[in-house]
């Protein structure tokens, strides 16, 4: 080995493992040849092939992740061709898809080219990336993707990792697709659905542990299973819709009841879970990619464009401009109200939609008085400054989902309100700040207002 390049390739090996078997030895002895310096030859190896990245487990994917790696057994693959479109110069090629897993859950993965392994095996993979597909994260194994066999692997055999991994609610989310959990039930309906010409009946309802609430449909009988039942599931589906995971009982799932001795040693009563749920900090919010039936409270720092009046399509209820729809072209739009804020309380801040409702409530108006004073102002954006002026500064309290995209936390709220307990708590904590006694001061909070005498 030349010794002017070893620690360039030393490091390399660090970073990558065997670069002579995975050809990146060869790639750096092309950049050499054509006179890059064997620094810069090595940033570009390690830009190009993903060195010193992090390393993850399952449960720590989330959407949209570059350039990381994992390690997994394989639980299933396959192969399929893909055939492109007519007209295309290049020919068929073929898409392995399965699940890895590995002792903290599983998850489906894609790769264009063929894998070193088959069931059963573990492989590492570096420079990997996830990538959203049917509402569910996908891991994604591409061209410059390294994968490798590990021999002697300390993960749990392939009989055991294939079972439905036992969750918590707060732990379920878009990685997974199957698991199992302990949980009460907090509300239950029936209904019945229109399914390919044919009434199918479903049960539905919200299911909660001592971390967090889901939903959760059932396409099956649950005989015995009523509001307050402590059941034990296993073999659910996970669904996805509008980013918050759904747990899904089909005809393979096993529901069992939890007899009373066995209850008395969960961390949660049918009480205890039933209770409104804790206020949360943004900044815990944010570090999840969803959460269901949460609270949250802070100012209103920003009333963002698109609040107001809007119309919508009658067929898809999609925000229409000027009488258009995208999927049902002209259309006679109907009036809605909305209001998009952002809410910070300190540690962070997330976009809060508001639907009509609510948005007549926390604004103080109804969509006709709006209209009114749309129609009366000579600006169009009549509405949307009346809202800056009396939203910005407020202080609310939100109930609602949440979930996470791109663009950081969206929360869609389904009740608000003012505070008043907290917002009396926030006010003496500040006035011991400015160094006054709250008994020498005569504080009443009402209506979210504060008077000081």
């Known amino acids: 080995m030349d010794k002017k390049i070893a620690p360039q390739l030393e490091e390399l090996t660090r970073a990558l493992g065997d670069i002579e078997k995975s050809g990146i030895r060869a790639e750096f002895d092309k950049l050499l040849a054509f006179r890059v310096p064997p620094e810069v030859a090595k940033e570009s190896i390690l830009r190009k092939f993903g060195g010193t990245r992090k390393v993850l487990k399952v449960k720590d994917l989330s959407t949209s992740l570059k350039n990381f790696g994992i390690t997994g057994r394989i639980l299933d693959i396959g192969e399929k061709a893909i055939h492109p479109q007519e007209g295309a110069q290049e020919g068929p090629s073929r898409l392995y898809t399965g699940v890895l897993a590995d002792e903290t859950g599983s998850v489906m993965f894609s790769s264009w080219k063929e894998l070193p392994g088959s069931t059963g095996d573990v492989i590492n993979i570096r420079n990997a990336y996830t990538r959203l597909w049917q509402n569910r994260i996908r891991l994604s194994i591409g061209k410059q993707s390294l994968v490798s066999i590990v021999p002697d692997s300390p993960l749990p055999q392939l009989s055991e990792l294939s079972k439905s991994p036992a969750k918590k609610l707060i732990d379920i989310g878009a990685v997974d697709f199957s698991v199992g959990t302990t949980a009460c039930v907090l509300q239950l309906s029936h209904r019945e659905v229109l399914i390919r010409g044919k009434q199918s009946k479903v049960i539905s309802g919200v299911l909660a542990d001592e971390t967090a609430r889901l939903p959760f449909s059932a396409w099956v009988e649950l005989p015995g299973i009523d509001i307050g039942s402590t059941i034990r599931i296993e073999g659910a589906q996970v669904r996805m819709f509008r980013g918050m995971p759904s747990i899904n009982i089909l005809s393979s799932t096993k529901v069992s009841s939890v007899g009373p001795e066995e209850a008395e040693k969960l961390a949660f009563t049918f009480e205890s879970a039933a209770k409104d749920p804790v206020p949360l900090k943004i900044e815990e919010i944010d570090s999840r990619d969803n959460m269901f039936d949460i609270v949250a409270a802070g100012n209103v720092v920003s009333v963002r464009p698109g609040s107001g009046i809007i119309s919508r399509c009658p067929e898809c209820s999609r925000v229409i401009q000027k009488s258009n729809c995208r999927a049902h072209g002209k259309v006679e739009?109907?009036?809605?109200?909305?209001?998009?804020?952002?809410?910070?309380?300190?540690?962070?801040?997330?976009?809060?939609?508001?639907?009509?409702?609510?948005?007549?409530?926390?604004?103080?108006?109804?969509?006709?008085?709006?209209?009114?004073?749309m129609f009366s102002d000579i600006s169009k954006d009549a509405v949307y400054e009346d809202l800056r002026r009396i939203l910005t500064g407020r202080y609310l309290a939100v109930r609602g989902n949440a979930s996470k995209g791109e663009y950081g936390v969206s929360f869609v709220a389904e009740s608000a309100w003012v505070p008043e307990d907290d917002l009396a708590v926030r006010v003496v904590e500040l006035l011991h700040r400015l160094g006054k006694d709250e008994e020498e001061t005569d504080l009443e909070v009402s209506g979210g207002e504060i008077r000081l005498a």
């Open 333 to 373: 739009g109907v009036r809605d109200m909305r209001i998009k804020a952002v809410l910070d309380d300190g540690t962070g801040a997330m976009s809060v939609m508001f639907p009509r409702e609510l948005a007549e409530t926390i604004y103080g108006k109804s969509l006709e008085e709006a209209e009114q004073l």
